[in-house]
């Protein structure tokens, strides 16, 4: 779980901007104990208007994680994730996360431009006090990075040698278990990564599986075969369970042969040519009988509700953190509300970050109470940057409704509007 982020300078936001998950006690189901005396928030949702900088927390939450486990074999390959803010395109980017991983809190530092990572700083507390994992900085082009190790780590010389030559300057020097064979001494290396790996999601999971991937992948475990069939039978559907099937596939008789002659791998030419495609198809019910309906005939609402049962899985049965934007689009709200409880009440140490319009859950008593859940996004009218307010800060009576005050126009992260009435005269 995370237990505070803050980012500068990168996409919409220019200056430090911060998210704390801390809370002051168990004070509802909304939060858990991720360590002794330590409450977390499960849940934090950013509301603010369409090009507030929402969705722009998610990316930099997903992108510190990234350049903390990702590897580079190519020193010249430059850091895909350095975006940033264009009026302050020349500086570097800072960010900041404080996260646990199997029960250890980890506290991740990093300032990085385009090119190198200049200063990154790993701090853990294997026995509830600070210690150094790691520390580096960057000293010149082709030229090793400088790396300092904790003590409590008690790596041998030569790992720490082999660590400090396989640490390229635009990587972390985490990630190098990724690319590199150690010695046994580098466990806490490799069990930290593997953490991260398993259990941290890029933003909306795994987008390059599809549905049918997903619901095949959930069919051969028998256990989340049973959690898909009993969420889409509670969902109102009228599904009753789902069947991995094959069909036929039609290829015309020109692409066939187009195919044929072009000059690739005949593996591929016969997943191009393939006469049968995998599917699926659900079993839906009425009172006049039960009938069969493919994937491609259900609702768009159906497919994104399906999708995001992936991640309400992981989240309720291990620990795991994912971050899924505009989360509620094409879901009824009241299907949005009973997603976010189901994971409310059934998870333990997992958290889910979302963006959302839905701007009806602030009128939920448990969300209404428990602030600390909320941001609010918008822009800065000087800078155009983004800025994030938690719902706790405005100082809100507890008897006012945050939806009412949102609603009103009390705590900003609305659109200003312009008139109705269009001229297209000069």
């Not at 009576?397 to 949102?406: A, I, R």
Request: glycine residues 6%; hydrophobic residues 35%; proline residues 3%.
């Amino acid at each position: 779980m995370i237990r505070d982020f803050w980012v500068k300078n990168y996409l919409s936001i220019r200056d430090k901007q911060e998210l704390s998950f801390v809370a002051k006690g168990p004070s509802s189901e909304l939060v858990t104990e991720v360590a002794d005396g330590v409450f977390l928030y499960k849940l934090g949702i950013l509301y603010g208007s369409n090009a507030s900088g929402k969705s722009n927390m998610l990316i930099a939450m997903n992108e510190v994680f990234r350049l903390l486990v990702m590897a580079k074999s190519d020193a010249t390959v430059g850091i895909g994730g350095c975006i940033p803010f264009v009026l302050t395109k020349d500086e570097p980017t800072e960010m900041h996360v404080s996260f646990y991983a199997d029960g250890i809190r980890y506290d991740y530092d990093v300032k990085f431009n385009g090119k190198h990572i200049l200063n990154e700083a790993l701090y853990y507390y294997p026995n509830k006090s600070k210690s150094l994992f790691y520390e580096r900085s960057f000293v010149g082009e082709n030229v090793q990075t400088d790396i300092k190790f904790g003590a409590s780590l008690k790596l041998q010389v030569k790992t720490q040698e082999s660590i400090r030559e396989n640490t390229l300057n635009n990587h972390s020097v985490l990630s190098v278990c990724r690319k590199a064979a150690l010695k046994e001494d580098i466990a806490p290396f490799n069990t930290l990564h593997a953490w991260i790996m398993s259990n941290y999601h890029d933003v909306d999971g795994d987008v390059k599986k599809g549905l049918v991937e997903i619901l095949k992948d959930a069919y051969s475990n028998p256990k989340k075969r049973k959690f898909y069939n009993t969420m889409l039978q509670k969902a109102d559907l009228n599904i009753l369970e789902y069947l991995p099937v094959v069909e036929d596939r039609f290829v015309p008789n020109d692409f066939r042969e187009r195919i044929q002659k072009e000059n690739i791998p005949e593996e591929m030419k016969d997943v191009l040519l393939k006469p049968t495609t995998d599917s699926i198809t659900f079993l839906n019910h009425s009172d006049n009988g039960d009938f069969d309906i493919p994937l491609r005939w259900q609702s768009k609402g159906t497919q994104k509700y399906i999708r995001i049962l992936d991640a309400l899985y992981d989240l309720i049965t291990s620990p795991h953190v994912y971050y899924l934007d505009e989360l509620g689009e094409d879901l009824h709200n009241d299907l949005l509300y009973y997603y976010l409880n189901v994971f409310i009440f059934n998870s333990d140490k997992s958290q889910l970050v979302i963006t959302s319009q839905e701007t009806t859950l602030l009128s939920q008593d448990m969300i209404n109470e428990n602030r600390g859940v909320v941001w609010f996004v918008e822009k800065n009218k000087e800078t155009a940057s983004s800025e994030y307010a938690r719902g706790d800060s405005f100082g809100l009576h507890k008897n006012l409704s945050l939806y009412n005050s949102y609603r009103i126009g009390r705590l900003g992260a609305k659109p200003e509007l312009g008139s109705i009435f269009i001229n297209l005269e000069d």
